[in-house]
């Protein structure tokens, strides 16, 4: 097969199954309210289960759901009626996945459900089935055919149930007013904890800050500007900020003029300079930094007075980008 036939095929697998989602999406009726409805109020867990290539994707929308503030578990069906039923509480939510509503793996574990009182949730493709019909909210994930080729291997059908997963997990955080704090919180570890936890105040200094008041001189700014990275705030005093002196300030002004180290300060600081807060999260401001060619800005309380200075490569030697 040559490689252009290659690139064909694997763009038809695209095609069906962005199809398959946007099908799915004409489809979202009242049901998806319901979905999450039932789960925001639940005060217990989101039992998910399913067999198969539906339970993988089960597994997925479990984890989805738990990083996203809403606690769930994968439940095996068949584990679940030999002692695992006993994780099951009467306040949990299920959300149970088989493509044909009839997987008969997963009749014992409805039965047990409605038992308990445990409201169901179904993702299927089939809204006649068994399952749906015994559902309190009903998702549906049907497809016309799947990508592969004999139209038997789950694909288009997997895709479209973990869409609509994602969809609830994500509107569940939106309606939960979910925050990226409370993201982080859960998300503690590796470059994406770094990210979302590391505020201003941990990475800026604080200490012999560069300030100048605005009656100096640049002979006077001199010396800081090179010792301190490029950077001398000027103030008024009591931490207010009049402005501030780059390095690029000075080189430009070198330029042209001869007399550039008795000429004041004020004469050539930006009066409105850009400057970040204490307490917003660091990865904000190295995209403000980037984006505006600055490598350094004075930090601000929440008075507006000035607490440190934060630098670029400190931002980036801290691994929030």
């Given at each position: 097969?040559m490689d252009g036939d ?83 509480g009467p306040d949990d ?60 291997a789950p694909t288009t ?165």
């Amino acid at each position: 097969m040559m490689d252009g036939d290659l690139v064909m095929r694997g763009v038809r697998v695209l095609r069906l199954e962005r199809e398959a989602i946007a099908a799915v999406e004409a489809r979202l009726d009242g049901g998806f309210a319901r979905a999450v409805h039932l789960i925001a109020r639940s005060r217990g867990r989101v039992i998910v289960a399913g067999v198969g290539k539906s339970g993988l994707i089960g597994r997925k929308i479990a984890a989805t759901l738990t990083s996203t503030g809403t606690p769930a578990t994968f439940l095996h069906p068949v584990e679940s009626v030999h002692g695992d039923l006993g994780i099951v509480g009467p306040d949990d939510v299920a959300i149970l996945l088989s493509k044909s509503g009839e997987t008969a793996e997963l009749m014992p574990l409805l039965q047990e459900l409605k038992r308990l009182g445990v409201g169901v949730i179904a993702i299927t493709g089939e809204l006649q089935s068994t399952l749906a019909r015994a559902a309190d909210a009903t998702l549906d994930s049907g497809v016309t055919e799947e990508a592969c080729p004999h139209d038997l291997a789950p694909t288009t059908s997997t895709t479209a149930a973990l869409a609509l997963g994602d969809a609830l997990a994500v509107t569940l955080l939106e309606h939960k007013g979910f925050r990226r704090e409370d993201f982080a919180r859960l998300h503690p570890g590796g470059a994406l904890g770094k990210k979302l936890l590391t505020t201003v105040a941990d990475v800026m200094e604080n200490e012999h800050l560069p300030v100048l008041p605005v009656t100096a001189t640049m002979r006077e700014a001199l010396v800081p500007l090179a010792e301190r990275r490029g950077l001398v705030v000027l103030s008024t005093g009591e931490g207010v900020v009049s402005g501030v002196v780059t390095a690029g300030d000075l080189a430009r002004l070198l330029e042209h003029r001869t007399d550039s180290f008795d000429v004041p300060v004020a004469d050539v600081m930006t009066r409105t300079p850009r400057t970040a807060r204490a307490d917003e999260l660091a990865s904000g401001v190295v995209h403000r930094m980037e984006r505006f060619g600055i490598m350094a800005m004075p930090v601000l309380n929440g008075h507006d007075r000035l607490v440190g200075v934060v630098h670029l490569h400190d931002l980036l030697r801290a691994g929030v980008v």
